[in-house]
């Protein structure tokens, strides 16, 4: 079994914003959950380098394009470390080893036999911000309503993919499979595009050298989609030197995107792979638009609309935390750094720090830092953990992030009610009842650490020191999400607060 995820391949022309961290964060906690399963997982993001706006503003730059990309990727290919995401390659589609693979794609879906490639003279609205041709219906003013420009007229000779051939086929994949796209409106929307009706598109671009050369016309290169969209394949040729991964990882792959690129990924590309004779994806899963409310932001914490920002304050984990936390995966929403705060100071540093910096605390006390193994048939906290290991991944193989995260923060309030309604400070004044004392400490320390495992896709540097500040091994194996795994240590100290306050962001005049 293996898991294989990608994110989009991100613009290197612009710069990385919070909606970038967005799908980068989502897609770290789904794969990071899937090796806690032992699945055999792959994770893929990188940057898309052949927008025609990489040359432009290289050229006002007085650079070369290559030039201009390679400085501009700096910063994305330290952006998923710094947010503490584990991705396996990063790929950038000026690598040889994709421009070979494009070249090699386009050339099979030319050869396949049934014509699904032509010439033809395109003439038509072209919106350089979007990559892609608009019909007059979508501008709104004469302008592009997402970029504010109006678009160029182009007209060239061109080289067509005959789209319109994969409508049956497209709608036939949908048939087959109600799960192919998630969340469900999203199937739907992708499904009511294809019975419209289906384009045939321009795969290629004249008059400008930068890009991937048409293998069969090299005065033309690729159009940036159709070589930006074949990078979840050609990845798997040469990330390893000497390896071709596609047998192992293709094609039980997953695309994580936002809605703003449904059509590409859901329409586009899935009938591309068809043509070229490669299976399509197993899912694709649309999120939504995480939208800062940004106006009013303290000076003294700086532009903290920048995703590292945020880092460079908060530390990763409780932007992790945040992301997958504050707007329901999926669906739009609007998301403040005064709710950033706010979850930091309540959630991470009360609900959670506060447990495991009191329970640590209560053991080092009343029990000189040792931990008895004493788990109970009985327990109460037995039957609130033996459904969370199942019910967490259940949500999390529909990419449900938000919901799984709850899921295990129900826990969380359970154990901090269960501090209070045992009250081991009174239990630790009576010594007839020792026993009890020493079982009320074994189950919160044995919480606390299925709710370390059970977060250590979300949070994972904390959910290390959490299970370290019990004295337990660090392996987060699924498995562990299980009632009464605590072995018996000695040597428990009181606990660093996990998340120690920070002075609240002020709104700025
Ligand atoms: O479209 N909220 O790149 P891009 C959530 N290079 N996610 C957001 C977001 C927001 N406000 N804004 C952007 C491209 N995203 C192409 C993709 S793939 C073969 C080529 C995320 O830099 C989201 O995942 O414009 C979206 O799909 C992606 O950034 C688009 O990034």
């Known amino acids: 079994m293996s898991y294989y995820l990608t994110t989009p391949i991100y613009y290197v022309n612009s710069t990385p914003h919070i909606g970038h961290a967005y799908t ?27 927008a025609s706006k990489v040359a432009r503003v290289a050229a006002e730059q007085g650079l070369e394009p290559k030039e201009y990309a390679d400085r501009i990727a700096i910063v994305w ?10 991705n396996d390659f990063f790929l950038r589609t000026t690598d040889d080893g994709h421009k070979v693979f494009v070249q090699d794609f386009l050339q099979r879906i030319r050869d396949n036999g049934r014509d699904d490639i032509y010439q033809d003279v395109y003439s038509g609205l072209y919106c350089v911000g979007c990559e892609a041709f608009k019909t007059e219906a979508e501008l709104a003013d004469g302008r592009c309503p997402d970029h504010g420009v109006e678009p160029e007229w182009i007209e060239e000779k061109n080289w067509f993919f005959r789209l319109s051939a994969y409508q049956k086929p497209l709608l036939d994949l949908y048939k087959a499979r109600p799960d192919f796209v998630l969340p469900g ?39 940036v989609w159709a070589d930006a969209l074949v990078n979840y394949l050609s990845a798997l040729t040469y990330a390893r030197p000497g390896e071709d991964l596609r047998d192992r990882y293709w094609p039980s792959v997953r695309h994580l995107l936002a809605k703003d690129i449904l059509r590409f990924h859901c329409v586009y590309w899935p009938a591309m792979l068809l043509a070229a004779g490669y299976e399509v994806p197993q899912q694709l899963f649309v999120h939504g638009y995480l939208l800062l409310d940004d106006k009013k932001i303290s000076k003294s914490l700086g532009n903290v609309l920048e995703p590292l920002d945020l880092v460079d304050v908060y530390g990763p984990d409780p932007v992790r935390f945040w992301c997958a936390r504050a707007v329901s995966f999926g669906q739009d929403g609007s998301a403040s750094v005064a709710s950033l705060h706010e979850r930091y100071e309540r959630e991470l540093g009360n609900d959670l720090g506060n447990l495991v910096s009191r329970t640590t605390a209560m053991i080092a006390r009343y029990r000189d830092g040792s ?12 039957a609130v953990l033996d459904p ?4 967490v991944a259940a ?27 045992s009250a081991p400070w009174q239990l630790a004044k009576d010594e007839s009842r020792a026993d009890e004392l020493d079982r009320v ?23 290390d020191r959490i299970l370290a500040a019990l004295g337990q091994p660090d392996d987060v194996g699924w498995e562990n999400v299980a009632y009464g795994r605590t072995v018996e240590v000695t040597g428990i100290e009181a606990a660093a607060p996990l998340f120690p306050r920070l002075e609240a962001p002020t709104a700025a005049v």
């Open 77 to 86: 290919r330290e952006l998923p470390a710094r947010l503490g995401v584990s």
């Open 24 to 50: 980068t964060i989502a897609a770290d906690i789904l794969v990071r959950h899937q090796r806690q399963r032992g699945v055999d997982t792959f994770f893929l993001t990188g940057v898309d380098e052949h």
């Open 441 to 463: 400490l074994y189950d919160l320390a044995d919480g606390i650490r299925v709710v370390a495992v059970a977060l250590a896709a979300y949070i994972p540097p904390t959910a």
């Open 371 to 382: 931990l008895r193994a004493v788990p109970a048939a009985d327990s109460e906290l037995k």
């Open 395 to 421: 949500r999390l193989d529909v990419f449900d992030i938000t919901g799984a995260l709850e899921r295990v923060w129900e826990v969380v309030r359970f154990l901090n009610r269960h501090v209070e309604v």
């Open 185 to 223: 409106f999203r199937y739907n929307e992708a499904r009511s595009f294809i019975e419209g009706g289906l384009q045939d598109f321009s795969i290629s671009r004249s008059g400008q050298p930068w890009g991937i050369p048409i293998p069969w016309d090299p005065d033309q290169v690729a159009y």
């Open 388 to 391: 969370l290991a199942a019910d």
